[in-house]
């Protein structure tokens, strides 16, 4: 009996913990439940004293403000004012930039799943959807990405004037301006098509339209801008770069070095107050061809000709490549890739003070315009190149495994293969569930800081990961370049989505979850703000209230981590049914462990997590996983859950835990007090390792799936590019890939003819198909058949080859 009432007490307490009940609440009923169990029960009298005094000294300091402001708030105060961080005005700007979205529910341990749901499948208008069977479907057939990368180093002309004609350019221009004002999701879509023909043609084609001039008018332009500049960009009149990246300046751009000086000068024979520029950037795409230029920079007014303070901070202008001291022309090569690439600088460009984009009103707030912008570019275009390079392997990686042959078997029975492709097989279901949630959420309107950052670090490596198992699987055939090879420049092209747009190593140790404990997180961007402001009455009241908010906030995480691990998660709530089920329970219950830990760690080191990036990129990999394993319950959920996809949704989330446990259990081996961390590992995992890999039998099931065609191959690698041209590398492949099937049959007949003696053994193949047709084993259409196939097959199989010189490579 008096286990019993233990048990009861401990739960009561843990329940109203769990729960988070207000304190009024929690005090009542706790000292009701002690009261009850001191009249009634049988528990030691030291005991029962020990729990009042425990009950007693919560209860004070949980509801005597008086006392707890003085002994506890100011104390806090004067300690954690030492130990938090700082926030920089540009660290602050980059906080403020975008929105949260989803990413904030997972991180806070609570996701609801049904409001996740509930939001609207992202779908393409039919203009949309016209214009990427059509005009892209048009522009894949005029490129052929060999000419393009060995012999030209450019588009052609005529690709270049499609591109201007069709307003491809235009495509996130609002229609008012002539722009086509598509959604991110066609934007998307459409890049995605053109990378799964050519990532070169992708490149020029979607930096228009990411960040960039058009993109930073369209939401921060003056009325004047918008009108003169827009409808020229959509036309192609105007080719735009922009320009960030410099010498000293590159995933830290905020240590911009070029300069703008606020002073007087002459500008088309008049004297005017103006900015005199010089700057000096690299990488950036389309500027050896561009026509109009936008640059960041610094800007100062030494002589406060602004009547604002001398350093104005990061600016951002609009300038025509003509202007004199300008300086483009010269062009990187990057990786061999023949997109536009290359250096501009400017010395004493002298220009007018409107030229600033937002005109003289934005002067200084151009960090927090790029940080805006970038969280919408990183959500579009480098999430569907890297889609493009799951699409492109699942079905031409898959067909050729199916196709070729070692050891008298196709390479895709092997298991070795098989967990190879079951690799990609899987992350192209994740890359395009990401794809579409994350394009979705900016066609909601929102601006997804931390999940673009999510998305584009998550699916640039899962890119590279699905492109290496690829060239694994075709070995030979995939490092012998030429028009036959269709991986080669894919693989040359992947670490430039690793690298633009903020380097995968500085998102990840930095930026997902730097960005995300602080915007994310209900209660530490308040109180870090109150630390830094002066000391006053009403500082140490709102203090007070977070503090007493937050101290209830981990108290319920810790109760409900306990209570999901000692039950496996299996009581949690799922808002669906099925085999599904369990992966929101789990989801939910991982969400719950980075919540309790984010906030552990944040207590303990303080400011100084800014420099342990390990640690930061640890909680920053389960913050991915979940959101990635989010994505593929929406993407299957908005399909209306079919029958076809169950394994692959059980392969990405059982792959997403494992992942997470990985990263949880390096975070706790790691945890700034080794003690802390072994007691938090019992908490969260109480029976030890909770997840694994897939399964081999996982495995093979979903690698089925892409050995075959059905429906679901195609509406899983829907919008990537197949050419009419037999000759086309992956146009052959799926030819074979179409009648192997059939063929397989007939082979079947042929090889039991052979190990049985009917066939000869050592003849050519031709005169083992003439034996068989004499011998009755095969008809003549059956012989026909399978000399055609094989024929097909041996030219799936066969590589480029060129002149001793390799002369011919360019002729």
Request: one cysteine or more; hydrophobic letters at 45%; glycine letters at 8%.
């Given at each position: 009996?008096?286990?019993?009432?233990?048990?009861?007490?401990?739960?009561?307490?843990?329940?109203?913990?769990?729960?988070?009940?207000?304190?009024?609440?929690?005090?009542?009923?706790?000292?009701?439940?002690?009261?009850?169990?001191?009249?009634?029960?049988?528990?030691?009298?030291?005991?029962?004293?020990?729990?009042?005094?425990?009950?007693?000294?919560?209860?004070?300091?949980?509801?005597?403000?008086?006392?707890?402001?003085?002994?506890?708030?100011?104390?806090?105060?004067?300690?954690?004012?030492?130990?938090?961080?700082?926030?920089?005005?540009?660290?602050?700007?980059?906080?403020?930039?975008?929105?949260?979205?989803?990413?904030?529910?997972?991180?806070?341990?609570?996701?609801?799943?049904?409001?996740?749901?509930?939001?609207?499948?992202?779908?393409?208008?039919?203009?949309?959807?016209?214009?990427?069977?059509?005009?892209?479907?048009?522009?894949?057939?005029?490129?052929?990405?060999?000419?393009?990368?060995?012999?030209?180093?450019?588009?052609?002309?005529?690709?270049?004037?499609?591109?201007?004609?069709?307003?491809?350019?235009?495509?996130?221009?609002?229609?008012?301006?002539?722009?086509?004002?598509?959604?991110?999701?066609?934007?998307?879509?459409?890049?995605?098509?053109?990378?799964?023909?050519?990532?070169?043609?992708?490149?020029?084609?979607?930096?228009?339209?990411?960040?960039?001039?058009?993109?930073?008018?369209?939401?921060?332009?003056?009325?004047?801008?918008?009108?003169?500049?827009?409808?020229?960009?959509?036309?192609?009149?105007?080719?735009?770069?922009?320009?960030?990246?410099?010498?000293?300046?590159?995933?830290?751009?905020?240590?911009?070095?070029?300069?703008?000086?606020?002073?007087?000068?002459?500008?088309?024979?008049?004297?005017?107050?103006?900015?005199?520029?010089?700057?000096?950037?690299?990488?950036?795409?389309?500027?050896?061809?561009?026509?109009?230029?936008?640059?960041?920079?610094?800007?100062?007014?030494?002589?406060?000709?602004?009547?604002?303070?001398?350093?104005?901070?990061?600016?951002?202008?609009?300038?025509?490549?003509?202007?004199?001291?300008?300086?483009?022309?010269?062009?990187?090569?990057?990786?061999?890739?023949?997109?536009?690439?290359?250096?501009?600088?400017?010395?004493?460009?002298?220009?007018?003070?409107?030229?600033?984009?937002?005109?003289?009103?934005?002067?200084?707030?151009?960090?927090?315009?790029?940080?805006?912008?970038?969280?919408?570019?990183?959500?579009?275009?480098?999430?569907?190149?890297?889609?493009?390079?799951?699409?492109?392997?699942?079905?031409?990686?898959?067909?050729?495994?199916?196709?070729?042959?070692?050891?008298?078997?196709?390479?895709?029975?092997?298991?070795?293969?098989?967990?190879?492709?079951?690799?990609?097989?899987?992350?192209?279901?994740?890359?395009?569930?990401?794809?579409?949630?994350?394009?979705?959420?900016?066609?909601?309107?929102?601006?997804?800081?931390?999940?673009s950052a999510i998305a584009k670090y998550n699916m640039t490596e899962l890119g590279r990961k699905v492109v290496d198992h690829a060239m694994d699987i075709h070995g030979g055939h995939g490092i012998q370049v030429g028009p036959r090879n269709f991986l080669a420049h894919a693989y040359i092209a992947i670490p430039v989505c690793i690298t633009v747009e903020g380097a995968n190593i500085l998102t990840r140790n930095l930026i997902i979850f730097g960005q995300g404990a602080i915007r994310c997180h209900p209660y530490i961007l308040q109180e870090v703000e109150?630390?830094?402001?002066?000391?006053?009455?009403?500082?140490?009241?709102?203090?007070?209230?977070?503090?007493?908010?937050?101290?209830?906030?981990?108290?319920?995480?810790?109760?409900?981590?306990?209570?999901?691990?000692?039950?496996?998660?299996?009581?949690?709530?799922?808002?669906?049914?099925?085999?599904?089920?369990?992966?929101?329970?789990?989801?939910?219950?991982?969400?719950?462990?980075?919540?309790?830990?984010?906030?552990?760690?944040?207590?303990?080191?303080?400011?100084?997590?800014?420099?342990?990036?390990?640690?930061?990129?640890?909680?920053?990999?389960?913050?991915?996983?979940?959101?990635?394993?989010?994505?593929?319950?929406?993407?299957?959920?908005?399909?209306?859950?079919?029958?076809?996809?169950?394994?692959?949704?059980?392969?990405?989330?059982?792959?997403?835990?494992?992942?997470?446990?990985?990263?949880?259990?390096?975070?706790?081996?790691?945890?700034?007090?080794?003690?802390?961390?072994?007691?938090?590992?019992?908490?969260?995992?109480?029976?030890?390792?909770?997840?694994?890999?897939?399964?081999?039998?996982?495995?093979?099931?979903?690698?089925?799936?892409?050995?075959?065609?059905?429906?679901?191959?195609?509406?899983?690698?829907?919008?990537?590019?197949?050419?009419?041209?037999?000759?086309?590398?992956?146009?052959?492949?799926?030819?074979?890939?179409?009648?192997?099937?059939?063929?397989?049959?007939?082979?079947?007949?042929?090889?039991?003819?052979?190990?049985?003696?009917?066939?000869?053994?050592?003849?050519?193949?031709?005169?083992?198909?003439?034996?068989?047709?004499?011998?009755?084993?095969?008809?003549?259409?059956?012989?026909?058949?399978?000399?055609?196939?094989?024929?097909?097959?041996?030219?799936?199989?066969?590589?480029?080859?060129?002149?001793?010189?390799?002369?011919?490579?360019?002729?």
């Amino acid at each position: 009996m008096a286990l019993l009432q233990v048990i009861i007490l401990l739960a009561v307490v843990l329940g109203l913990a769990f729960v988070q009940v207000p304190v009024i609440l929690w005090t009542i009923v706790v000292a009701a439940t002690l009261l009850v169990i001191s009249i009634f029960g049988h528990l030691n009298i030291f005991f029962l004293v020990c729990c009042w005094l425990l009950f007693a000294a919560a209860a004070i300091f949980a509801n005597h403000k008086t006392l707890r402001r003085r002994y506890f708030t100011r104390r806090i105060i004067e300690v954690m004012s030492q130990r938090m961080p700082t926030i920089s005005n540009t660290e602050r700007e980059a906080i403020e930039a975008g929105n949260v979205w989803w990413e904030k529910d997972l991180f806070r341990g609570r996701p609801e799943w049904k409001k996740l749901l509930a939001i609207p499948k992202p779908k393409l208008s039919s203009e949309e959807q016209h214009f990427i069977d059509n005009e892209v479907n048009t522009l894949c057939s005029m490129v052929d990405d060999w000419q393009i990368i060995n012999q030209d180093r450019d588009l052609p002309e005529n690709v270049w004037n499609y591109l201007k004609q069709q307003r491809f350019f235009g495509m996130a221009i609002p229609k008012e301006y002539g722009g086509r004002g598509f959604s991110a999701l066609g934007h998307s879509t459409a890049i995605l098509k053109i990378a799964t023909r050519s990532v070169s043609a992708a490149v020029n084609t979607m930096v228009p339209n990411s960040l960039g001039p058009g993109e930073l008018l369209v939401h921060y332009g003056t009325k004047e801008q918008k009108e003169y500049y827009l409808p020229r960009l959509a036309k192609g009149e105007e080719i735009p770069c922009f320009a960030l990246t410099g010498p000293e300046a590159g995933s830290d751009a905020g240590s911009i070095t070029d300069t703008g000086i606020v002073c007087r000068g002459n500008y088309q024979g008049e004297e005017i107050i103006g900015i005199r520029l010089n700057w000096d950037k690299r990488y950036i795409t389309l500027a050896p061809v561009a026509t109009v230029l936008g640059v960041a920079f610094r800007l100062y007014d030494p002589e406060k000709l602004l009547n604002k303070k001398t350093d104005l901070g990061i600016t951002l202008c609009l300038i025509p490549t003509s202007e004199a001291g300008v300086e483009i022309g010269n062009r990187h090569l990057p990786l061999h890739l023949a997109f536009m690439n290359g250096p501009t600088r400017g010395k004493d460009v002298f220009v007018p003070l409107d030229w600033i984009i937002g005109g003289v009103e934005m002067a200084g707030q151009g960090w927090r315009m790029l940080m805006e912008c970038l969280s919408i570019g990183r959500s579009i275009s480098l999430p569907a190149l890297s889609t493009a390079c799951g699409k492109l392997t699942y079905r031409a990686t898959g067909a050729y495994a199916r196709l070729r042959r070692q050891f008298n078997t196709s390479i895709a029975n092997f298991e070795g293969v098989e967990e190879a492709l079951g690799d990609i097989a899987g992350s192209t279901y994740l890359l395009e569930a990401c794809r579409m949630m994350t394009a979705g959420a900016v066609d909601l309107q929102i601006k997804p800081a931390i999940a673009s950052a999510i998305a584009k670090y998550n699916m640039t490596e899962l890119g590279r990961k699905v492109v290496d198992h690829a060239m694994d699987i075709h070995g030979g055939h995939g490092i012998q370049v030429g028009p036959r090879n269709f991986l080669a420049h894919a693989y040359i092209a992947i670490p430039v989505c690793i690298t633009v747009e903020g380097a995968n190593i500085l998102t990840r140790n930095l930026i997902i979850f730097g960005q995300g404990a602080i915007r994310c997180h209900p209660y530490i961007l308040q109180e870090v703000e109150l630390f830094a402001a002066p000391d006053s009455t009403e500082k140490t009241k709102k203090l007070d209230g977070l503090l007493l908010s937050h101290i209830g906030y981990i108290i319920s995480n810790f109760a409900r981590n306990l209570c999901y691990g000692l039950t496996g998660g299996k009581l949690i709530h799922s808002p669906i049914s099925g085999p599904i089920a369990r992966c929101y329970r789990q989801l939910t219950r991982m969400s719950a462990a980075l919540a309790l830990l984010s906030d552990m760690v944040m207590l303990i080191l303080g400011g100084n997590l800014k420099r342990k990036e390990r640690i930061s990129a640890r909680l920053g990999d389960m913050l991915s996983q979940l959101y990635l394993a989010s994505a593929v319950l929406k993407y299957y959920q908005d399909h209306d859950q079919p029958a076809d996809d169950v394994e692959y949704v059980k392969w990405c989330v059982d792959k997403c835990l494992a992942n997470i446990q990985v990263a949880c259990d390096e975070l706790l081996h790691n945890f700034p007090i080794p003690a802390l961390g072994k007691l938090f590992r019992w908490i969260i995992f109480p029976f030890g390792t909770a997840y694994k890999r897939p399964t081999d039998a996982l495995y093979h099931k979903i690698v089925r799936t892409m050995l075959e065609p059905s429906s679901f191959r195609e509406r899983l690698t829907k919008y990537i590019y197949l050419s009419p041209d037999s000759n086309d590398a992956v146009q052959r492949i799926e030819t074979a890939f179409q009648k192997a099937p059939q063929a397989e049959l007939i082979w079947k007949k042929f090889q039991i003819a052979l190990r049985n003696g009917t066939l000869p053994k050592v003849a050519s193949f031709e005169d083992q198909v003439r034996s068989a047709l004499k011998a009755d084993v095969l008809t003549d259409d059956e012989a026909v058949a399978l000399t055609e196939f094989d024929a097909l097959r041996r030219e799936v199989i066969k590589v480029d080859e060129f002149s001793f010189d390799l002369n011919s490579i360019v002729s």
